[in-house]
């Protein structure tokens, strides 16, 4: 089983960013897909999920009304638009792919909001 995140980087404060994760080696579409983000000194939380068909999604309120979390089960792939983005966005991002006990994580890729 493999996550693998690509799209970080740095951006100005107001600038977007689109986040991927590519997964491979288990039933792409029978798993609800999450954004994870850890900042420095902090807690992972969770910032969006999304179910399995790509119907329901939820936001942490925090990014509600600037992220965007979509995913093609065709391409076995999870996005996460960012737009917006404040310095308090600043942190490592991770992708997780959950059903019933299963649970699978993504090796992170940072993202850094500054002037």
């Known amino acids: 089983v493999q996550l693998v995140e690509s799209g970080g980087g740095l951006v100005q404060p107001g600038g977007s960013l689109r986040l991927s994760c590519a997964g491979s080696?288990?039933?792409?579409?029978?798993?609800?897909m999450s954004w994870y983000r850890q900042a420095p000194g902090k807690e992972r939380e969770l910032v969006a999920v999304?179910?399995?068909?790509?119907?329901?999604?939820d936001y942490a309120d925090s990014v509600k009304g600037r992220f965007t979390i979509s995913r093609d089960n065709a391409k076995n792939t999870v996005y996460l638009q960012m737009n917006t983005l404040k310095p308090e966005d600043t942190a490592v991002y991770y992708c997780?792919?959950?059903?019933?006990?299963?649970?699978?994580w993504g090796q992170g890729t940072q993202v850094t909001v500054s002037s």
């Open positions: 997780n792919a959950r059903r019933n006990s299963l649970t699978y």
């Open positions: 080696g288990f039933t792409f579409s029978r798993y609800a």
């Open positions: 999304i179910d399995s068909l790509g119907g329901s999604t």
